[in-house]
C-alpha cells in the first residue's frame, strides 16, 4: 500500500537545511574570489600571459599593486602609533595600550612601541581595581607582568633605550617589589647616560633595599655633586641619612 503524507523527523530536516545553506555558501564563495580575480586581472590589463613578455610584464603589474599594499599598510601602522600618543598624552592609558598593540602588529620590531606598551599597562595596573571585592589582584598583577614585557621587549630591540632601561627599573623597585633586578638595568643605564639623576634615586634605593650601603651612599653624593635643584639636594641628603644609618645599625 502506498504510503501518504509521509513526515520525516525535524531534526533531519533541519540537518539537510544547514548542508545546503552552507553548499550554497561555499559555492557563491568560490565565485565570489572568481570574480575578484578576474576583476583585478581586467583592472591590472593581465588575462593569461604566456610569452616571456606578457609574463615579465604580469610580473611588474602585481608588483606595483603588492607596493601599493605595503604602502597603505605602513601608513595605517604609523597612524595607530599617532594615535596612540595622542591618547597617552590626555592620560586615557587603556585605550592607549589598545592602540599601541595594534601598532605593534604593523611595526613588531619598534623599541619604541614597546616602551609605550609598558607605561600605558604600568598606569592600568594602577587602575586596575577589585571592583568585584573578590580580594584578587590578579588583574593587577597582569598588567605589572605586561609593563615588564613590553620594557624588556624594548630593551632587546634597542639596548641603550634610556626610556625603557629607567621604566622596568622603576617597575621592579615600586612595583613589583623587586629591587634586585632593577640593579643591572639601572647600572647599564648609567654606564652611558652618566648625569641621569633620576636613574640614580632610583638605583640607590636598590642598593639601600639590598643593603649595599656603600654604593646607595656614593650614588647619593653623586646626585649632590652633579644636581642644581635644591628640591634633589634635600631628597638626596635626608635618604643619604637614612641610609648611613641603617650601616650604623648594622
Not at 88 to 115: C, H, I, R, W
Request: charged share 25%.
Amino acid at each position: 500500500m502506498r504510503q501518504i503524507g509521509k513526515t520525516y523527523p525535524l531534526k533531519s530536516v533541519f540537518i539537510t537545511g544547514i548542508l545546503v545553506f552552507l553548499a550554497v555558501m561555499f559555492t557563491g564563495c568560490i565565485q565570489s574570489n572568481r570574480s575578484v580575480i578576474r576583476m583585478q586581472k581586467l583592472e591590472e590589463g593581465v588575462q593569461n600571459p604566456t610569452s616571456v613578455e606578457e609574463l615579465q610584464q604580469a610580473i611588474k603589474k602585481y608588483q606595483g599593486r603588492v607596493a601599493d599594499i605595503q604602502l597603505a599598510q605602513s601608513q595605517i601602522g604609523i597612524w595607530y602609533k599617532i594615535l596612540g600618543t595622542r591618547y597617552l598624552d590626555n592620560k586615557m592609558y587603556g585605550e592607549a595600550l589598545k592602540t599601541f598593540q595594534k601598532a605593534v602588529e604593523y611595526y613588531p620590531a619598534n623599541s619604541n612601541l614597546y616602551y609605550y606598551i609598558g607605561v600605558c599597562a604600568g598606569y592600568m595596573a594602577n587602575s586596575a581595581l577589585d571592583f568585584d571585592a573578590t580580594g584578587s589582584s590578579e588583574k593587577r598583577y597582569n598588567y605589572l607582568k605586561l609593563s615588564e614585557s613590553g620594557y624588556k621587549r624594548a630593551i632587546e630591540l634597542d639596548p641603550k633605550s634610556s626610556r625603557a632601561l629607567y621604566g622596568l627599573g622603576v617597575l621592579y623597585v615600586f612595583e613589583l617589589d623587586q629591587s634586585e633586578k632593577a640593579i643591572p638595568y639601572l647600572e647599564k643605564l648609567l654606564g652611558f647616560d652618566t648625569k641621569h639623576t633620576d636613574a640614580m634615586f632610583v638605583l640607590a634605593r636598590a642598593y639601600y633595599e639590598n643593603h649595599e650601603f656603600d654604593k646607595a651612599v656614593a650614588l647619593y653624593d653623586k646626585i649632590l655633586s652633579l644636581t642644581t635643584s635644591e628640591e634633589k639636594k634635600a631628597e638626596a641628603e635626608a635618604n643619604k641619612k637614612i641610609v648611613l644609618d641603617a650601616s650604623y645599625a648594622k
